[in-house]
């Protein structure tokens, strides 16, 4: 699964973490303005899964019906029990010197079932409390609406393939607004839409496990982008005015580099980008689905007697609704992929990437050398940011993950290369480009629960002990190394408040 891998491609290259080429890092400085933060999501850092009146989310139950889909067996039942540590949370992040945060609410903690009548006040007041206790600190929410925990009811109810989760989603994201939008102005709605998609409903490695990569991977990006629409459209409707805040979707993309020269190879990876990232971000910052997958997927679909194409159609109206939702660019950019062309397949059984006829580093069926993947590792990020800057406008981009998975340990050297390499190559698009970046939360402020990898990879600045009972955090190397430069704004030893 090209997905699975392509997400396990850090620890590929943690393997080769001795010979990580080191980028000449920019020694400039960052714009005053730039906002320094961290990342998390309530599923993979809380814990409390069933506490105070809280529902059962969809992961919840994936990970309780069946152990075995995760790597250690084990679940996000207590995780990082931010839900109770939540005090010395902010003392972290504090410390840690950041002034933006970002975490997500999780839905069933507000509404146990999905539904409005189901509305439990305790997981509000946790939410208010904690985003008065941030701001108590100085330190600027940025709230996720959802990030992967669908309300396990609506999850029975068809979740993500059924149209009406929209409506559920606006719903919710109503209820959020009323109570928190009087402390928080940056909001995104939805995490990720196409890992969302990919890991859920195509390779079914993630809830809710369904396995149909031609067919629910397309309706379920159909469903995403009309939740956040809709949210977007009630925010703008009903508080923007008064809130004055800020909202818009979060899309993870790669950089596509062509593996040669060829014009096959540059076609190939400008697909990849439309069948990735323009797969979200054309209906928002454009208007409808890209044109190429429009054309190749409709030819498919047509060819394997299918009645209308795999990927629905938007209404008139639809594409109007979706188009133009966003006051920024929410971006999570993890890494660089090197892309070739390949024949066009034989029809047979539906599939994403027959339907995208590309060939990706680390793909089943194409291994380039892993040293060239390597030298181009954290150039990607200056392409990306300038590909989003020139294709749609946002005005504003906020790089909302970013991040490297290691076993754990406290020197994470390759952890500090990772962030040194790609932080430099932001700047330059800052600086050189002219890219308006406004802020970076990097992934993650701690060790937390890794989705299907269990706790096996750790993405934390922070280290968090899983045996202890306690759960004991630990800045990590990597952790005082972004404590310099969120103070100094700049990316050397040798720099200076
Ligand atoms: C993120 N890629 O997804 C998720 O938002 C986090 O919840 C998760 O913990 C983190 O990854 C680390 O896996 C990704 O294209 C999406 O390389 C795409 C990519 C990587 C991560």
Known sequence: MKVLILISVCLIVEAFGASLPKAEINNRTFPESFRWGAATAAYQIEGGWNEDGKGESMWDHFTHANPNVTDDKLNGDVACDSYHKWREDIQLIKELGVSLYRFSVSWTRILPTGYLDSYNQAGVDYYVNFVK???????????????????????????????????RFGEYSRIVFENLGPFVKLWSTVNEPKTTCMLGYGSGENAPGIKQIGTAIYQCARVQLLAHATAYHIYHNEFAAEQGGQISLVIDATFNEPDTDSEADAEAAERETQFNLGWYANPVYVGDWPQIMIDRIGNRSTQEGFSESRLPAWSAEEIEFVKGTHDYFGLNMYTALRVSAVGEAEIGEPNYYNDKGTAVAFGSDWTPSVASWLASYPYGMRGLLNYVWNHYKPGEIYVTENGWATDGEINDQSRIDYLQGYLSNMLDAILDDGVNVAGYTTWSLMDNFEWARGYTQK??????????????RTFKESAKWYQHTVRTYCLVDECVE
Not at 135 to 147: A, C, K, Q, S, W
């Open 459 to 472: 993405y934390g600045i922070i280290s968090v002990d899983f045996n202890s009972r306690n759960r004991t």
């Open 133 to 167: 206790g941030l701001l108590d600190e100085g330190i600027t929410p940025m709230v996720t609406l959802y990030h992967w925990d669908l309300p396990q009811v609506l999850n029975e109810q068809g979740g993500w393939l059924n149209d009406s989760t929209a409506d």
